[in-house]
């Protein structure tokens, strides 16, 4: 049993770049986009290229790798179950440990067993590696017999047990350093960085030996040129913005999906910046925003109005009331009475400092230039002068404390794991109910602590939410299996999305 910590795919926290090198990588045939003769391979093409396949690295954060599996997994309807544990983590009475019990007839892809001695290794080195971050309230992990662990708290935390979805590694091998070796329904055979990743069936898997057996994702960073090569014919499926993905529709052996999701869209305002961090300005653009204009010219009108970074996919604990009009005279309003005047040239200004900022996105990523578009529009006609750079994500991080970002981020599953780390950017009574509701274990406490904190955010919003946009797909119709989900943030060929549940998908 050794612990290795396969690699990820994922938008990382945005400061991190890791090479991995594939060892034993070999020129491999790619396999035809139609199943071949027989359905049993396909080819997908993606928009972002993992930059690691290491958990310990943010691979597979939110649950879905196709390399690895966790302890639990969620299920269609957000609900956990145990994967690797052999039942559901049991809490202590006082909410400090939770215990696991795990499965006894697992081995990892390359011939080794699981067993308890590869959790605590996995854990062990999580706290010690970029991902230690979604653990804070995690003290240690003990075996406590071969089939059994323990993980002990620093403070209750009751959605936990959902962040065990953490892709166990053999023991020896648990280093951000070390080669994609897990127990998952893939493995990798090939990773050519730039251009594609090809994974095998792991005939040994003990959910089921797949019925596809060959997996292929090619990156293809351009939205226009991933749909011109879906239409070539090239990919058995891929994820489009909506605005082009309707064409699909009409076409013979395609089908067009839209997932319901819990991604927001969001223009984060850093606090230390003098205009973002002025709560009149922050409030009033929340006002001066047309988010339905948003929905109904950028998205097709496939996605929600967001004004929390709350979905209604958590619906216990939505709250409805909490939002915004649309309305720029009372924008307006809000400046003048905070002193923002009116300049010579529309822009306002006060105490010398004009309302002026600059607002990144990514290249590459046409939503969030869209978005950004049409935010800065909205925010030029109340006064504020949004200065729009598009960037690479080298480029963007080190001016994330400074400078506005149209912003992803969300999960359907707890909204802990999403809300969280919002602390410190709003209100104090904002931040008591984020520490409310990862503390308390009533559901119900929990709920009303969370619909507490979308009052607070409406009342002193740290950021401008726009949209929660459905994904859109389209794919070839060659397979039974497609099971439609609430997408997180994370999604696409090696995430959440139509292919989440792949090793179940069979040739028709």
């Known amino acids: 049993m050794r612990i290795t910590v ?14 991995l090198a594939v060892a034993g990588c070999t020129e491999t045939a790619t396999p035809r986009p139609d199943g071949g003769t027989n359905g049993t ?52 009475a006082d909410g400090l440990s939770w215990t696991v019990k795990l499965r006894g007839d697992v081995k990892f892809t390359d011939g080794s067993t ?72 893939y493995k990798v055979t090939e990773w050519k960085k730039g251009d594609r990743l090809l994974l095998d069936a792991n005939e040994t898997y ?52 839209y997932h319901r999701s819990a991604d927001y869209r969001a223009v984060r305002l850093p606090a230390a910046n003098a205009v973002t961090g002025n709560a009149a300005i922050r409030l009033a653009l929340n006002y001066a925003t047309n988010r339905q204009g948003m929905i109904d010219n950028l998205l097709d009108g496939r996605g929600t109005i967001g004004y929390t970074p709350v979905p209604d996919a958590l619906a216990e604990e939505f709250d409805p009331t909490a939002k915004f009009r649309y309305d720029k005279t009372e924008a307006a309003r809000q400046l003048d009475v905070a002193g923002w005047v009116a300049g010579a040239d529309g822009i306002r200004v006060k105490d010398g400092v004009p309302a002026r900022f600059t607002l990144m996105y990514p290249l590459g990523d046409d939503l969030r230039a869209d978005l950004a578009t049409a935010f800065a529009a909205d925010a030029k006609a109340v006064g504020v002068d949004v200065q729009l750079a598009g960037l690479s994500w080298e480029a963007i991080r080190p001016r994330m404390g400074a400078d506005a970002l149209l912003y992803g981020e969300g999960s359907p599953f707890d909204p ?77 060929a090696l995430a959440w999305g139509p292919w989440w549940n792949l090793e179940k998908w069979e040739p028709k």
Do not use: C
């Not at 979805?165 to 070796?181: F, H, M, R, Y």
């Not at 950017?425 to 509701?437: K, R």
């Not at 859109?472 to 696409?492: F, H, I, K």
């Open 6 to 19: 396969g690699s990820g795919t994922v938008r990382l926290p945005l400061l991190l770049v890791v090479l």
């Open 41 to 92: 391979s396909i080819v997908l093409a993606d928009r972002d290229e993992p930059t690691t396949l290491n958990p310990l690295l943010g691979y597979g954060a939110q649950g879905v790798s196709k390399i690895y599996d966790g302890l639990v997994e969620h299920r269609q309807d957000g609900s956990l179950g145990p994967a690797l544990a052999a039942d559901l983590p049991e809490p202590a």
């Open 114 to 185: 699981f067993g308890a001695e590869d959790v605590v290794a996995t854990y062990t080195a999580a706290l010690q590696n970029p991902v230690k971050e979604r653990f804070g309230t995690l003290k240690g992990v003990e075996q406590v017999d071969p089939s059994t662990v323990r993980f002990t708290l620093n403070q209750t935390q009751a959605a936990f047990p959902h962040l065990l979805t953490l892709g166990i590694l053999p023991s020896e091998q648990a280093k951000p350093d070390g080669q994609p070796v897990g127990t998952g329904p």
């Open 206 to 257: 003990f959910g089921g030996a797949p019925k596809v057996k060959k997996l292929t994702v090619v990156f293809v960073t351009d939205d226009n040129q991933r749909a011109r090569r879906m239409q070539d014919g090239e990919f058995d499926g891929t994820v489009l913005p909506p605005k082009i993905v309707a064409p699909f529709a009409s076409k013979s052996g395609l089908s067009v999906q």
């Open 416 to 492: 802990d794991l999403m809300l969280y780390d919002l602390r410190g950017q709003g209100s104090p009574a904002a931040d008591a109910a984020l520490e409310n509701g990862r503390k308390l274990i009533d559901p119900a406490q929990r709920a009303v602590a969370y619909k507490l904190f979308q009052q607070a955010f409406v009342a002193a919003p740290s950021m401008v939410v726009l949209v929660f946009p459905e994904h859109a797909y389209v794919m070839r119709d060659s397979w039974n299996g497609y099971q439609p989900v609430v997408d997180p943030n994370t999604y696409g």
